[in-house]
């Protein structure tokens, strides 16, 4: 194995790091959705060379499904949703950014602390993956915590579910039949969250998970 | 092996008979109970003396682990012991079952609880120990409830339920520890894995903490005089008889077994607490008026003279002294079984006053030798036996216990030096009061005079109910008389655990027991016993020979003043006073309040006495309060918002990785 592959593993799965954070920074919702297909776009490439350096047929599957799915077909449609629902020109409050990456430095910080050591192990090639992807998965759930719209709570969802794909790529691929459940599942996940923001949008008025919370019956 | 499993899974679908067809299943359950409670106790007495020990393993269970099971020399003992009880209890069954208000609901549970009972004993690793354990605790509680209308047996059940999840969760944590990093979870693989002293150590604590609380080990005692007598009598009888030989099963198994070597710490925490645990026990039996609550209480101070034996045993091998560590386990497996037979016998005894008159009070029964003679005969022989009288079962266990104690001059550890005379003089101690607490249990309730009209207007039980009381009481005297078959049949035990046994004894002439050497202490059940038949005879020989030959019936003294009213009768609160006034006052709390009426007032004065445990409200009650505070604090976690529960599980994790982190 030379160390071109390893070179560009990392920088493909540094890239997708560095995409997650642009995600957590960007809080116009049509640019983020942009992001969010740039960052499945990265993922696909990760994967793809993860299946060129494996020799690992299965996995340019698994790139291909990312490529069409996750990086054209999904943004694509939260796009038309957000410009249906009217919030293309909405520019979401999210308080004190800075701190947030901030924040966010520290998580990837420490995801390599924790995983370096436990993959003493692995294959070299893909310990410093699964270190970065579960530095995305940590920005992915950052991000769902500092938003407050469903849209990009879901755009952070999906960017949270490609870093545990990263993670799979990187070992060795995870079985054919998984690996189609799984992009199903976020398929239908996709397609329920849509639904909801439609229905939620016309009982109140809002995606504002913020403004939601007011609608609650089981407050004491 | 295979033949266990068979009559596990009998008894499982005679649960589901009884399920379905209820009442009409009384002599079916029962009666098949009892067959393959027999069958099992012959298998259990096979493995006993059987050379190696049978083990199977099924793809059941987790699915990398699979069901261990495995029938060695002390699952084979303890099976004896399950079974044994089972016999009794289902012979007494027969007849019990037929007057049971709730008869399909005991039905249905009773062969199951008897299913789990057995196979925790042959369990071989922690997921098949942890199912039967809790599968155990389930069903008991079930029925401990059987009578659920009771809303004291709600609060039992309650506190029961508690006690049995604490203890199930504690067993859980101590096989985590053992089975370590990689997962070892059948007993095999944990007793080849010699794990560090301080992990050893944790691991005894908790396996201490999670078998004393099932067996009553004090201060986690607390459900068990709730819940033994809240469930049908024969029940009881499994309950207190049996259970708590299970769990004091799984500590053996654990301590001595799996753990193997312990430092001599740990014996000396078994050992205080065992001393505590028979003390406070019998103080308790002996404040007690209830019947049933009377012998839960004995037992907890059974299974305290039972851990002090364990703990002997501990400290004996910890010191390298393994002759002395054989006849400690002797002692305390040779009263696991006595106080099975005639805790058994009690509970009978209890359940057939209980349905003769409808009470468990001992204030309102008395007189009923003459209404249930061979109930009084069968519970005469079962308090005597349990009041360690010779020539019966339960002196020679206590007396094999207290020659293990006097062993002690050969220990070098401090902690030991003052801890095993202190037990010694406990056990003396309670010897005495379980002497004058069954004293009290047979002179108030089945003799004097009726002191209600239910006591009075007693029958004697059937004949079943009779059968399995009269077999206990024979099964006491057989095994006091010739003790030496059950020290020889433990032999093999000891040799498992310990390495080494006691001498063979049945080989010694007039079926004497020596455990150490002739020249430091025998005992002969044999010649006491026909010591005490030759002197009573001849005294009564010498009365009627030299006195009046007629047998006659007079009033009984009375200050010269024979009142009719049977409330001028001793009673149990006045037996038990002077003990009260010494013991009681300081350890249990007990108070006595006069109540005079003023001048010119007609009214009577009163003494009243109220009684209390401090380990209750020391320990169990800040805990609740504690714990309902706590959760009223938490209560508002109920009602967050999304985004807040998503920051929760986002904090937790990145905490847990940080302490990951931090922590390599």
């Not at chain 1, 799915?69 to 999210?94: D, M, Q, T, Y």
């Amino acid at each position: 194995m030379h160390a071109i592959s390893f070179d560009v593993a990392k920088i493909l799965a540094g890239s997708l790091v560095l995409t997650s954070f642009l995600m957590i920074y960007q809080v116009r919702l049509l640019a983020l959705l942009n992001v969010l297909g740039v960052h499945a776009f990265v993922l696909a490439l990760a994967v793809a060379w993860q299946a060129h350096v494996q020799a690992a047929p299965e996995l340019y599957i698994t790139a291909a499904i990312t490529l069409i799915f996750k990086s054209a077909l999904i943004p694509e449609a939260l796009r038309r949703i957000v410009v249906r629902l009217g919030l293309h020109r909405e520019i979401e409050n999210v308080t004190s950014l800075g701190l947030v990456m901030l924040a966010g430095v520290g998580l990837v910080a420490l995801s390599l602390e924790v995983m370096l050591p436990v993959t003493a192990q692995a294959d070299p090639l893909t310990r410093t993956d699964i270190a970065l992807a579960l530095s995305v998965v940590l920005l992915g759930l950052l991000m769902m915590v500092t938003r407050r719209n469903a849209v990009s709570q879901v755009a952070a969802f999906l960017s949270l579910e490609n870093g545990i794909d990263l993670a799979a790529a990187g070992a060795r691929g995870m079985p054919l039949v998984v690996e189609i459940s799984i992009a199903f599942s976020v398929l239908v996940a996709f397609l329920v969250i849509g639904v909801f923001l439609f229905r939620i949008r016309e009982r109140f008025d809002t995606v504002d998970m913020h403004a939601l919370d007011a609608f609650r019956g089981d407050r004491k | 092996m295979i033949a266990t499993l068979f009559g596990i899974l009998a008894f499982l679908v005679l649960g589901l008979i009884g399920v379905f067809r209820g009442r009409d299943a009384n002599g079916i359950v029962y009666g098949a109970s009892l067959g393959i409670s027999a069958a099992l106790g012959i298998v259990g007495l096979r493995a006993l003396f059987g050379a190696a020990p049978a083990t199977l393993v099924l793809p059941l269970g987790l699915p990398w682990i699979g069901a261990h099971f495995r029938l060695d020399a002390l699952a084979g003992f303890f099976l004896l012991v399950v079974n044994l009880g089972g016999v009794g209890a289902s012979l007494y069954g027969i007849g019990h079952g037929r007057h049971e208000r709730d008869a399909a609901r005991v039905l249905a549970f009773y062969p199951w609880f008897l299913a789990t009972l057995n196979l925790v004993v042959v369990a071989d690793d922690a997921f098949t120990f942890l199912f039967a354990w809790e599968l155990m605790s389930v069903v008991s509680w079930a029925l401990v409830l059987a009578h659920h209308r009771d809303p004291a047996n709600i609060r039992a059940g309650f506190v029961y339920l508690v006690m049995a999840s604490l203890s199930g969760l504690v067993l859980l944590l101590v096989f985590g520890l053992l089975a370590g990093a990689n997962g070892g979870y059948a007993f095999t693989l944990m007793r080849a894995a010699r794990p560090t002293p301080g992990i050893a150590g944790v691991a005894f604590v908790l396996a201490l903490l999670g078998t004393g609380a099932k067996a009553g080990l004090m201060p986690l005692h607390a459900w068990l005089p709730l819940a033994h007598p809240a469930a049908p009598s024969h029940v009881s009888a499994l309950m207190s008889g049996v259970m708590t030989k299970v769990a004091i099963y799984a500590f053996v198994r654990i301590a001595f077994d799996v753990l193997g070597d312990l430092s001599q710490w740990s014996a000396v925490v078994v050992l205080a607490l065992g001393g505590a645990t028979a003390g406070l026990g019998i103080l308790h039996a002996l404040m007690e008026s209830d019947l049933k609550r009377l012998l839960a209480y004995s037992t907890v101070e059974n299974v305290g003279i039972i851990f002090i034996g364990l703990g002997l045993a501990m400290a004996f091998r910890a010191s390298g002294f393994a002759a002395g560590a054989a006849l400690a386990l002797t002692a305390a497996l040779f009263h696991v079984f006595n106080h099975a037979i005639y805790k058994s016998l009690l509970f009978f005894g209890a359940g057939a006053v209980l349905s003769a008159t409808g009470e468990r009070d001992m204030e309102r029964l008395g007189g009923l030798i003459h209404r249930l003679p061979q109930t009084s005969f069968a519970m005469l022989i079962g308090c005597a036996a349990i009041a360690a009288l010779p020539p019966l079962n339960g002196f020679v266990s206590e007396w094999l216990t207290f020659q293990a104690i006097l062993l002690r001059p050969a220990l070098p550890q401090w902690g030991l030096k003052l801890m095993i005379p202190a037990d010694g003089a406990l056990l003396a101690l309670t010897a005495a009061l379980t002497g004058a607490c069954f004293v009290k249990l047979f002179g108030i309730a089945f003799l004097g005079r009726p002191r209600s009209d239910a006591a009075r207007d007693a029958h004697e039980v059937d004949r079943f109910s009779r059968a399995a009381m009269l077999g206990a009481a024979l099964l006491c005297l057989l095994l006091g008389l010739l003790p030496g078959v059950l020290v020889d049949a433990l032999a093999p035990v000891a040799r498992e655990l310990l390495g080494v046994r006691l001498a063979e004894q049945m080989a010694l002439p007039w079926l004497s027991l020596i455990p150490i050497a002739a020249v430091r202490s025998s005992y002969n059940g044999l010649l006491v016993f026909l010591f005490i038949v030759l002197a009573t005879s001849l005294t009564i020989l010498a009365i009627h020979r030299f006195a009046s030959r007629a047998i006659r019936r007079a009033p009984a003294w009375d200050c010269g003043f024979p009142d009719t009213s049977p409330i001028t009768q001793y009673t149990g609160a006045s037996f038990a006073q002077p003990i009260r006034r010494v013991f009681a006052a300081s350890l249990l709390g007990a108070r006595e309040t006069v109540f005079m009426p003023p001048p010119g007032d007609m009214a009577p004065a009163r003494i009243e006495k109220t009684l209390s445990d401090p380990l209750w409200e020391a320990l169990y009650a800040p805990l609740g309060v504690w714990i309902a505070w706590l959760a009223d604090r938490l209560n508002h976690l109920q009602f967050l918002t999304i985004r807040r529960y998503l920051a929760f599980v986002f904090v937790a994790l990145v905490a847990l990785l940080l302490a990951l982190a931090l922590w390599q």
